[in-house]
């Protein structure tokens, strides 16, 4: 470095860098989904009250009507009728939704989404009365799957939907898909080292070289989202099956594979995301602040600095010094990738 030259700094007071360093092993669970699993949509109408004067107008009847329906089939006396003259401005009518996964079970709490379905001013402060919501229970049955009470919050004044707790009345549970003896794991986020190292794992599971070698191999990468597995002829009872399946997902260990080298900017929350082995290759970076020389090495300058190659080794030497003001980090790195000398891919979101 030139004499005279202020060493280059960097300073990360408000801006947040962060590593993505490589993965330990993973369960097979944890990256995949088995085909046939699947979100279920659920719903209802339902009626929330409480809005002291923001509910539904005498214009929209159907408040009104689910209101007497209500109050006469809680009521004790089988011949009780609500009197004709009830005014229902504290209450709306609302659509009551919610998606829940296939895996979830019974108590589970979930969150639903509530929609004022006529013309009632606002749901703030309102509270939903007991709504039982419908889908699909997963035997191609439609029943009662959930039931939600409770408080609605919303995001301010005059918000017309709002959000409330809801429990799980069943376990939601559908069997994987099975094809001539196989079934297929689908990636959460496709890759074909990935999808690989997932069937290569599969493969070398000690229990299914124990207990099935004449079957062996059993997975295979079919694309970079999807791996299939061929269940042995000796797992492929009904009673086997879901044991075996469950066995692979939650003890099967995947090393996943170095991810690809990229850096993602976000201007907005000065966010820097660093993935994979991003290298600088050999360049001079001269500013009317400093001088910094990256040789593309590990070696040491005759100074005694480092000369990295790795961008977040530079990055981590850079932090010891406060010479640069935390905002030049982006401007640096777009131009490495400008010059060509930036060992990667870059993206940056405004």
């Given amino acids: ?186 990636l959460d986020h496709p890759d074909l080292a990935t999808a690989s190292a997932i069937a290569r794992a599969i493969n070398q599971f000690p229990w299914l070289q124990k207990n099935a070698p004449g079957d062996l191999p059993i997975a295979s990468a079919e694309s970079a989202g999807t791996v299939r597995v061929k269940i042995p002829l000796t797992q492929q009872s009904e009673e086997r099956l879901t044991a075996f399946i469950s066995r692979l997902l939650s003890e099967v260990q995947v090393q996943r594979a170095e991810p690809e080298a990229k850096v993602v900017i976000q201007r907005a929350s000065g966010r820097v995301f660093i993935t994979g082995q991003v290298r600088v290759s050999p360049v001079t970076v001269l500013t009317p602040q400093f001088e910094l020389e990256l040789r593309g090495t590990d070696a040491t300058r005759p100074d005694g600095s480092p000369a990295y190659d790795l961008l977040i080794d530079v990055l981590r030497y850079l932090e010891q010094s406060e010479e640069v003001e935390q905002t030049d980090w982006a401007e640096i790195i777009e131009g490495l990738a400008q010059a060509g000398v930036l060992i990667g891919k870059l993206e940056v979101q405004e």
């Fill in 1 to 186: 470095m030139a004499s005279g030259t202020r060493q280059f700094g960097w300073l990360l007071l408000g801006a947040i860098v962060l590593f993505a360093t490589p993965a330990s092993a993973q369960r097979v669970m944890d990256l995949v989904r088995v085909e046939g699993s699947r979100n279920h949509n659920l719903m209802a109408h339902g009626l929330v009250g409480g809005l002291a004067g923001k509910g539904d107008s005498a214009k929209s009847p159907l408040a009104r009507e689910m209101l007497i329906s209500a109050l006469e089939h809680l009521s004790d006396n089988p011949d009780y009728r609500v009197p004709e003259n009830i005014v229902a401005k504290n209450v709306a009518a609302v659509l009551v939704t919610a998606e829940i996964s296939s895996e979830m079970k019974s108590g589970s709490t979930i969150t639903v989404r509530v929609s004022s379905i006529e013309d009632a001013s606002s749901l703030e402060g309102g509270v939903l009365y007991w709504t039982h919501l419908h889908g699909d229970d997963g035997a191609g049955d439609r029943r009662f799957l959930a039931r939600a009470q409770g408080p609605i919050v919303t995001e301010g004044r005059g918000a017309r939907t709002g959000t409330c707790q809801a429990v799980l009345l069943a376990d939601i549970d559908i069997p994987p898909r099975v094809e001539k003896g196989r079934i297929r794991l689908h």
